[in-house]
């Protein structure tokens, strides 16, 4: 059974920095697309990074330049670095996977078919 768990989601205030991971089961990193989202209630899912087996990353204009996307495949996890939290941050973080190239790996939800259960982050200001 496919599944992703995500963890690490805190309060803090702005200017501070968080690491969410994300533990993959039931497949391996090779061949997935994997990725972040966010959402906050009564708005869309939104694209915040995505990564691939092979090293290659993709961000959100939002987050360019203070949040970091990395794998550790032997562990089967996917983290996502923050750094000079907003407040505007705040959102239910989720992990998300789906077999695809590095071609067909958009910020865009559609493309997911796996979903963790999300992990929330709050940004006081």
């Known amino acids: 059974q496919v599944e992703l768990t995500e963890s690490g989601g805190a309060s803090v205030p702005t200017g501070g920095s968080l690491r969410l991971s994300c533990v993959a089961s039931?497949?391996?990193?090779?061949?997935?697309?994997m990725a972040w989202f966010r959402q906050v209630p009564g708005k869309e899912r939104e694209g915040v990074a995505a990564?691939?087996?092979?090293?290659?990353?993709k961000y959100a204009d939002s987050v360019k330049g203070r949040f970091t996307v990395s794998e550790d495949s032997a562990r089967n996890t996917l983290y996502l670095q923050m750094n000079s939290l907003k407040p505007e941050d705040s959102a239910m973080y989720y992990c998300?996977?789906?077999?695809?190239?590095?071609?067909?790996?958009?910020?865009?939800?559609?493309?997911?078919?796996?979903w963790g259960q999300g992990t929330q982050v709050t940004v006081s200001s």
């Open positions: 998300a996977a789906d077999r695809r190239n590095w071609a067909g790996c958009t910020l865009r939800e559609v493309n997911f078919s796996v």
């Open positions: 039931g497949f391996s990193y090779q061949s997935y697309c």
């Open positions: 990564a691939d087996s092979d090293g290659n990353t």
